[in-house]
């Protein structure tokens, strides 16, 4: 008589506790990656800033107010309250505006800027020698109008503005355009990036 071999069976009980413990696995990780329905907590993006970081001591989006004897330095496409003896303006730079990408990429290209004079009250001049462009070596640039442009008012009065496109031919790279109204030292200036890229 030749041996049978023996099958090897589980017991009941042990695949009943296997499947129980995986019952409970599987409801507790459903119930992990729900969030919670009501929590007395703000959404991360709402919560409070940690006490040990400063906080800040100008209010934000703002406009800054440039005057004789106090400069202001803001980005392109701020505008920036310009009080002088003989009125108030709100100015705004943008730009520049370069051609299109060419490969190689050329030492110098032509940047064009807007600037943009609003909300007059009494009289503002207005002189193209009164604007300066600098570039990241303290090189100085002074721009001309562009090919259409018209010629600027020497005065801009209460009721008016002046949207001027004004151009210069310089490096790729950061800079400053100022703007001297008083004819003094500048009153404002706004950082740009001359990118060719």
Same mark, same amino acid.
């Given at each position: 008589m030749s041996a049978q071999p023996v099958a090897y069976r589980r017991p009941r009980s042990a695949l009943v506790v296997a499947m129980a413990l995986l019952s409970v696995a599987l409801v507790a990780c459903s119930s992990a990656a729900k969030p919670p329905q009501h929590s007395s907590e703000p959404p991360l993006g709402f919560r409070t800033l940690p006490a040990f970081l400063p906080t800040a001591s100008e209010p934000v989006d703002r406009v800054v107010t440039a005057s004789p004897g =106090?400069? #202001? *330095?803001?980005?392109? &496409?701020? &505008?920036? #309250?310009? +009080?002088?003896?003989?009125?108030?303006?709100?100015? $705004?730079? $943008?730009? @520049?505006?370069?051609?299109? /990408?060419?490969? @190689?990429?050329?030492?110098?290209?032509? %940047?064009? /800027?807007?600037?943009? *004079? $609003? =909300?007059?009250?009494?009289?503002?001049?207005? !002189? *193209?020698? +009164?604007?300066?462009?600098? +570039? #990241?070596?303290? !090189?100085? /640039? =002074?721009? $001309? *109008?562009?090919? =259409?442009? %018209?010629?600027p008012p020497s005065t801009l009065t209460q009721g008016h503005m002046l949207n001027l496109e004004v151009t210069a031919v310089m490096p790729t790279g950061e800079g400053r355009l100022y703007w001297a109204p008083t004819q003094g030292a500048p009153m404002v200036g706004w950082d740009f990036v001359v990118e060719n890229d």
């Open positions: =106090h400069a #202001q *330095l803001a980005v392109q &496409g701020i &505008g920036v #309250q310009v +009080d002088l003896p003989s009125g108030h303006v709100l100015a $705004t730079v $943008t730009g @520049p505006k370069v051609p299109p /990408f060419v490969s @190689p990429p050329p030492p110098q290209v032509t %940047a064009t /800027f807007e600037i943009v *004079l $609003t =909300h007059v009250s009494g009289t503002i001049p207005v !002189r *193209l020698s +009164d604007i300066t462009i600098t +570039d #990241q070596l303290g !090189r100085n /640039f =002074h721009p $001309t *109008l562009v090919s =259409h442009e %018209a010629p």
